[in-house]
């Protein structure tokens, strides 16, 4: 198996957003907002912070993307992570997520947040396992305002 992470471009965008759909298709809550997510904004998603694409034997099978925060740009939240059902449990979701730590570090960015949904506790050892930790006093900003909120994790990095 052949796996490379690569940087998102610009016209990634309809790749992306159909990979979000498939991966959270039947794993996540009908009432995320990833089931919608359209090409648009994850144009908008590139242009404001950035994105990777992780190929198996050059075969897109999933993404991950990020944004600075508004009030904070040296802190990245991490969004929309999925790898496609048929490739889960080979843990590539990890060459993701460590593909957006390193490239925080070289950017010098303070921190890494993310969100875990409350309906996915398990998620919440696979963060801390690339230390991550519970930071309950934080929201999460791009929280969907019809579900509850979900449990916010960060990761300060070293420079």
């Known amino acids: 198996m052949n796996i490379v992470v690569r940087e998102a471009r610009n016209d990634d965008a309809k790749l992306i957003a159909d990979l979000t759909r498939a991966a959270w298709a039947g794993k996540v809550s009908v009432t ?12 908008e998603h590139l242009r404001n912070g950035g994105g ?16 600075p925060l508004d009030a904070e740009p040296d802190v990245w939240e991490i969004c929309r992570m999925g790898v496609l059902p048929q490739y889960r449990g080979s843990n590539l979701s990890q060459h ?6 390193h490239h925080g570090l070289a950017c010098g960015v303070e921190e890494v947040r993310l ?33 509850p909120p979900p449990l916010v994790m960060r990761r300060t990095l070293k420079h």
């Open 115 to 147: 969100a875990v949904r409350g309906d996915q506790p398990k998620l919440i050892d696979f963060y801390t396992a690339f230390e991550f930790e519970l930071a309950e006093e934080l929201e999460y900003s791009h929280a969907n305002p019809m579900e």
């Open 52 to 67: 990777f694409v992780l190929l198996v034997d050059e075969q897109p099978v999933g993404s991950v993307r990020w944004l």
């Open 96 to 101: 993701l997520l460590e593909a957006v730590i």
């Open 32 to 43: 995320s907002s990833g089931h919608r997510e359209t090409a648009v904004l994850v144009a």
